[in-house]
């Protein structure tokens, strides 16, 4: 497997970036698109590893897709023959849990084994199920597969005991086509969110609320074609701003939505960075004393934990302790050890890292544990000292777009190795 191999010596990141479609909502809309049969059109789509995957479980269900360009595919599930996507593509993806409430929304039936993606530490779907059963559907977790039958959904209250994005989207899907009206309560408020449900309303289905945590659905018989464009990847968008904040450089981002940004502004100009924010702009300007800040991570709006471990290595260089308190995912320190290899000084207790800034990074080897981790892996690439190589690189392609290409074009020594 190729690895990416870093030059250091903290050059500024300087130039413009395009920020690509978010993958966190594109790998819902990709299942959401088999719930009709008429044509659908999404654009925007990242090229990403996780799109691909997606799209390869789609053709072994039988469905008809087709890239228009490098960005924009057309689904055609007009032609949709089995419910039982393959084990050796879903064990690869975390997100094609999604496929269960698409699934049982179209046919009433779903065999989906239980997913992959990076390890994090526990990830339960007891929410998704205890959605799907509240709607009338049987599920059974046996032999490592989920198995979900109904004769028909009706529509139900469905109260989340935890906020899980991946619960409400799940729900959603599978209520747009139920009898009656289903009302998710405590429901994940995440843009991501709004945009799936943007796209199923364009295909007819009636969904009020997205985005906030009650959001009500009146089921319809059957849902028509769609033309959607996937909304920016704000979490792309904010490993940027760190990368541009971390090597004291100044980049603009184009092709944002600034509000959902809010969290990661606000700590960079609380850190003493420059944003400066438009309509669909976002330029940051880094600052020689980077000064030391608290990060508590929360579902939206709050501060994302997919850009904690990034936010770390920028921490690394602030004046004085910082602590980042981990309140979404209990296994996400892992990449603390690979940090403290490049000579990072961070103490981790239970959900909170404590980290002392004004720390020289050197070049070493690790290994990108996770999509993130990788990410910010590579950002301490570029402010440590010397060579960097990260392997386990298939991570960071899961969910980023040509980043070498992108940092390279700002200025950066990026390539791939074997």
């Known amino acids: 497997m190729p690895k990416l191999l870093i030059k250091g010596n903290r050059q500024p990141l300087q130039g413009e970036v395009k920020v690509s479609g978010a993958k966190n909502a594109a790998v819902a809309i990709i299942p959401a698109a088999i719930l009709t049969a008429a044509p659908v059109r999404i654009e925007n789509l990242p090229e990403i590893n996780d799109i691909k995957i997606l799209v390869d479980i789609l053709d072994a269900l039988g469905v008809k897709t087709q890239w228009e360009s490098s960005s924009t595919l057309l689904v055609d599930a007009s032609t949709l023959k089995s419910w039982q996507p393959?084990?050796?593509?879903?064990?690869?993806?975390?997100a094609s849990y999604y496929l269960i409430g698409a699934l049982v929304g179209r046919f009433g039936k779903a065999d989906v084994p239980i997913p992959g993606g990076c390890d994090?530490?526990?990830?339960?779907?007891d929410q998704h199920i205890k959605g799907l059963a509240a709607l009338g559907a049987?599920?059974?977790v046996e032999h490592g597969l989920i198995r979900v039958e109904a004769n028909h959904l009706t529509g139900t209250n469905v109260y989340l005991d935890v906020v899980s994005v991946g619960a409400t989207i799940n729900i959603m899907l599978a209520a747009v086509r139920a009898r009656g009206k289903t009302i998710i309560e405590n429901a994940a408020k995440e843009p991501e969110i709004v945009d799936v449900a943007n796209f199923l309303t364009s295909m007819g289905a009636k969904i009020r609320g997205a985005g906030t945590d009650v959001i009500k659905i009146t089921g319809v018989d059957e849902l028509g074609p769609a033309d959607h464009c996937v909304i920016p990847d704000r979490i792309e968008a904010g490993?940027?701003?760190?990368?541009?904040?971390?090597?004291?450089?100044?980049v603009l981002?184009?092709?944002v939505i600034p509000k959902h940004l809010d969290p990661i502004t606000a700590k960079l100009r609380e850190m003493h960075m420059t944003v400066d924010v438009t309509d669909d702009q976002i330029r940051v300007v880094g600052c020689a004393s980077p000064q030391a800040v608290d990060i508590k991570t929360f579902p939206y709006p709050g501060f994302p934990t997919d850009l904690q471990s990034q936010a770390m290595v920028l921490l690394t260089q602030a004046s004085g302790s910082s602590v980042i308190t981990e309140n979404v995912f209990e296994g996400r320190f892992k990449h603390v050890d690979e940090?403290?290899?490049m000579g990072a000084r961070i103490k981790v207790e239970g959900r909170t890292a404590i980290i002392d800034g004004c720390c020289g990074l050197s070049g070493a080897p690790v290994r990108a544990t996770d999509l993130r981790a990788g990410a910010s892996f590579i950002i301490a690439g570029l402010i440590a000292e010397g060579?960097?190589?990260?392997?386990e690189i298939n991570h960071i392609y899961r969910g980023y777009e040509k980043i070498c290409d992108k940092l390279n074009a700002l200025g950066a020594s990026i390539q791939e190795i074997e």
């Open 86 to 94: 393959p084990y050796d593509l879903v064990k690869k993806l975390r």
């Open 120 to 125: 994090l530490g526990p990830r339960p779907i």
């Open 138 to 140: 049987q599920v059974d």
């Open 239 to 250: 490993t940027y701003m760190i990368a541009a904040a971390a090597t004291g450089g100044n």
């Open 253 to 255: 981002l184009r092709d």
């Open 339 to 341: 940090l403290k290899r």
């Open 387 to 391: 060579d960097t190589v990260i392997s």
